[in-house]
């Protein structure tokens, strides 16, 4: 089973148990849960659920992992030619990790995964 969220003007595919790395949330600390309602798709084995444009009462479930660290660092170079004007900055985004725990869809049966062992006999 997996689900399409929205969070941050972002679209992110989410399994139970996957890391996913979102925008920074201030104020959050490791092991505190979190909950995303914007869930654009979810897909149940053979079956699927689209949003227009979220699923009414579906959630995504997630436990923060780390906080906050910070992205790769970007630099800015501003040159200004025959001036001998030049600017140099840099910027380092910060992130939270997030595990997702589970994926409640009201009204979204699952299929089941068929055994290899009776197709065998």
């Known amino acids: 089973m997996f689900a399409i969220i929205e969070d941050g003007s972002r679209q992110y595919r989410v399994e139970e148990g996957a890391q996913l790395t979102v925008d920074y949330r201030a104020g959050s600390e490791a092991g505190q849960s979190l909950s995303f ?25 997630a436990e923060i992992v780390d ?29 939270t990790t997030v595990r997702v725990t589970s994926i409640n869809v009201p009204g979204l049966e699952l299929a089941e995964a068929s055994s290899t062992d009776e197709s065998a006999d």
């Open 37 to 61: 309602d914007r869930v654009l798709l979810a897909n149940g084995g053979g079956n699927s659920l689209i949003g227009k444009p979220v699923i009414d009462g579906a959630t995504v479930e």
């Open 67 to 95: 906080p906050e660290f910070k992205g790769q660092k970007l630099e800015i170079q501003k040159i200004r030619r025959r001036k001998n004007s030049r600017t140099h900055t840099g910027h380092r985004q910060k992130h």
